[in-house]
Structure formats: C-alpha cells, structure tokens
C-alpha cells in the first residue's frame, strides 16, 4: 500500500480527493491537513510514502511548508495541488523539493498513476511542465545549494538525467536503457553527487539551467 497524507485547507477539497482516493485499492490515506502546522505534525507521526500539498493555503502556504520540511528530519515525497496554472509557485515549489506539481481537476486515474511513480522514486512533471520550467530558468537563478560548477556528466550519466526530466523513477529507466535498477541507481547517485545536488529533481533543475538536457 502506498501511505499518503493529504494536505488542503478546503474541506470539500479534502473530502472530494480523499473519496476518490479511496476507491484506489493500491493507496491509502493517513492522514489529512488543513494548515501547513498540522502537516509538519502529521508528517512527523505518519512518516507517509507520498504528500499531497496544496499550494496556495493562509497562514502558511505549501511552499513554505516544504521549506520547512527541508530542515526536518523526514521530508515525504511531495505532489503539490494547485486549482491554477502558476508558473511562479511551479519553480518555487521545485526549487524547495517538490516532486510534481498538478492541477487539482485532474482525473482520479492520472492522479492515481503520478502517486504511484512518485512513490517509486519518479517525479510528476509531465513535459509541457518542463518547457515552462526551461522558459522560467532562463531568467531565474536556483535558490537550493549546488555546485559551481558542478563536475561533468558522462554520455551515459547524462541520458540518464534526460530520461529522469521525462519522470522516470529507476526501474523505468533501467527498462528504457536495457540495464540493471541497481546499476542505474548507483548511477543516480554519481549524478547528484557531481552536481552538488540532493535529489533527482534538483539535478534536473540544474541540468535544465545548465544546457545539458
């Protein structure tokens, strides 16, 4: 089962996501939130597999909770729900950590899919997301430590990277590249650390900057 704790300031948001949800063998809910305070609580307690985080919320925003979570001791891997296309909190929400970031009419089927790729390690960030985080990156500097300059990737550590901007998790891209999950993993691992970067969506991010994919 994957464990998921959803975070909305909208009951009715809540209950809709949450009924859906519940109709999906494979997933389950541990918990909800409706403020940013109540998350950082229940996501100590609950430690879940994926975090549903809505964007825009009073007191403290989804943003602002991920930054949070970056000084914690566990930080889920985290979807952020908009009811609007905001290409701003679309880079800051990545900036901070954010593993996808969806619209919240989005259908229960897709939704159900992107849990499960971010819960396998993948990322939710469909390609028309990568060409406005590519446009936004041209004009915006990253906000999150990193190399300067970073180390250069081999032929093969940067295909890896490209096929992670898709949103492969590293099954998925040790299928697409004919190899073992453990080889790729461990290939994973050389790319962060080359970059100076502590997750796979950080080093797209960067990669993006950088021209490398």
Known sequence: MIRVLLVDD???VRSGIAGLLGLTPDIEM?????????ALE?????TPDVML????MPGMSGIEVLARLNEAEYFPPTIL??????DEALLAGMRAGARGFLLKDISLERLAEDIRHVAAGGSAIRPSVTERVLRGLRSL???FECLDPP?????RETEILRLLASGLNNREVALALGTAEGTVKNQVSSILSKMGVRDRVR????????GWI
């Open 141 to 143: 500097s990253p906000e």
């Open 42 to 46: 229940l996501v100590a307690a609950k």
């Open 203 to 210: 080093a797209v991010l960067r990669g993006i900057e950088l």
């Open 151 to 155: 180390c250069r990737l081999t032929s």
């Open 30 to 38: 541990v918990g909800e939130a409706a403020g940013g305070e109540e």
């Open 81 to 86: 729900l908009t009811t609007f296309d905001d």
């Open 53 to 56: 985080l809505d964007v825009r």
């Open 10 to 12: 909208q009951h009715l």
